[in-house]
């Protein structure tokens, strides 16, 4: 017995307070980012900091919804679940196609997902020219089309992952029972494939949710995004810290539900991807 | 009127010829085993048939109908793999009704079909489970019973048992054959398994590299194989082979020991020959030596007793023979005894061919 060992009392709450710490300072910047978002603007300026405001006022999220900056969050919305949607299929058909009729040999997979290497502010002048020439500027359609094209080498490469999982002979033996291979893929391959797909849909969400530099560049007033509207409120002279707040709050409930209600199939999918290495 | 003809067909992957040449027609209700060594092209030609691979070359008609290039549903086949491939999202019934449901039958006839073909099945018990929820064996049953709700013209199996243990491939086989004979259908089954092919067929069509080496009626095959290889391959234990010289009576084996053979023909005397026994047809020597046998001393050097039959080891004419006698006739081991074996039986096969004389 070294004299060093401690009891199993003593270790469990020193377990706790590592867990205790690391908490805080994990939550900590989400809650003063909520808790911003309610107080007025003498609370936020205050010093000492107000740590928790003596009433939850919703000023901020009134200002927000009246002058419409809130209907951004809804552009977003909008973006991010129609472009997930189609990547989703698109890539899963192409991916499909690349693992069971070896389209485009070896090399095809390989040279799809390097595109994901290409830095998008290289491209994104071009873009703009062209987007210009054909009228995409500020349109749904144009950044739809874009987050779609962005996201299809990583929904191929994880779909063609999970793919390759799905035994050949369930397939085989749907089409001998009379499938056609549209439905193969209907009927087998997506529920087979089905915690991958929810997996690699929220991390597409999330990548066009999230995404900056195309909206900021290829959106005037019509389309504009949530992530482009906070930055609306970075003043030269002030920032108006209590709208960047609820704006944020506003930007992350959505992501939040998202992956709360999907959290079973993500830490499947994952770990698929993982054994699969 | 045949449900299946195949005709010169090919198969190659890539550089490598799978399937060389193969010739088949199939009687309408008839149960024919495909059987052969591993790789020796048995599930290239059942997936070949079925449209899951396409054939380089020849032609596969079902019904009378041309389907070389017909996709695989528009073959009217029904097919059961060797590992089952139930979908693991849905339950047992509809795994069942999966086919029908793809063909778009009415919710009312999908239901009666899935209950009678889980009725003759045994398992209309398990309908709600999931395949997850069940044993080998039922697992089995739910992918045969997807098969048989179809109306198909053509039933094929791929190895369905080879992942069943030994008392549930038993019960299985019985089942197949039952089944066979209240549907009615043609089935053409694959397997490596030499028991089961005898048991099941009523023809067995022996393959060895991508060619039919031989076919008929399993009996047929067992009495009257064609070549060495035939021979070797169907029977359990194997066919002893034994080199020996012919004689104007019969051989005579390399220790000079004489084996007259009535009705010996189509050898040359002095020709080199080998002398195929089957163990069934040793028989420990009794009172009198029965016509056409012959009565040889005999040292027992192993003793396999597997119940109700002993397989016992011993040296004849310079090679280690097996034969299958009644349990009480050895016990053990260095008994000097004296063996009768039925010559009318025996194969004699040309060492350099392999054709059966
Ligand atoms: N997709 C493929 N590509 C290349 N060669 C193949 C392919 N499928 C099968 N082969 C080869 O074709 C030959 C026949 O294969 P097949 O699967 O028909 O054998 P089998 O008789 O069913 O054997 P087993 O009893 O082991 O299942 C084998 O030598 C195999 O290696
Ligand atoms: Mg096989």
Known sequence: MSATRRSPGMRLAFRYLAAALITVVFVFPVYWLFIISFKTPDEIFAFPPVWYPKSLQLANYHVLFKDGDAATVGNSLILASVSTFFAMILGTIAAYSLVRFKTGGENLAVWIISQRMMPPVAIVFPLFLAYVFIGWVDSYVGLIVLYTAFSLPYVIWMMRGYIEDIPLELEESALVDGCSRWEVLWKVVFPMARAGLFATAVFTFVFAWNEFLFALVLTRTEVTTYTVQVTHYFGGQSNFWAKIAAMSVLGTIPVFFTVAVMQRFLVRGISMGAVKG | MSDLKISNLHKHYGSFHAVKGIDLEVPSGEFTVLVGPSGCGKSTLLRTIAGLEDSSSGTVEIAGRDVTWARPRDRDIAMVFQNYALYPYLNVKDNIAFGLRARKFAEAEVEKRVSRAAGMLGIGHLLKRFPRELSGGQRQRVAIGRAIVRDAVLYLFDEPLSNLDAQLRDDMR??????????????????????????????????????????????????????????????????????????????????????????????????????????????????????????????????????????????????????????????????????????????????KSEQVI
């Open chain 2, 174 to 351: 019985v089942e197949i054959k039952r089944l066979h004979q209240e549907l009615g259908r043609t089935m053409v089954y694959v397997t490596h398994d030499q028991i089961e092919a005898m048991t099941l067929a009523d023809r067995i069509v022996l393959l060895r590299d991508g060619l039919i080496e031989q076919q008929g009626s399993p009996l047929d095959l067992f009495e009257r194989p064609k070549t060495r290889f035939v021979a070797g391959f169907l029977g359990s234990p194997k066919m002893n082979f034994i080199p020996a010289t012919a004689t104007e009576t019969g051989v005579a084996l390399n220790d000079g020991t004489r084996l007259d053979m009535p009705g010996r023909s189509g050898m040359k005397t002095g020709q080199a020959v080998v002398l195929g026994l089957r163990p069934q047809y040793i028989a420990m020597a009794g009172q009198s030596l029965a016509k056409g046998h012959a009565r040889v001393p005999v040292t027992i050097e192993l003793v396999q007793p597997t119940g109700s039959r002993v397989q016992a080891t011993m040296p004849l004419g310079g090679a280690s023979i097996i034969a299958e006698l009644a349990a009480h006739d050895v016990s053990r081991p260095g008994e000097r005894t004296e063996i009768d074996i039925d010559m009318t039986r025996a194969v004699i096969i040309d060492p």
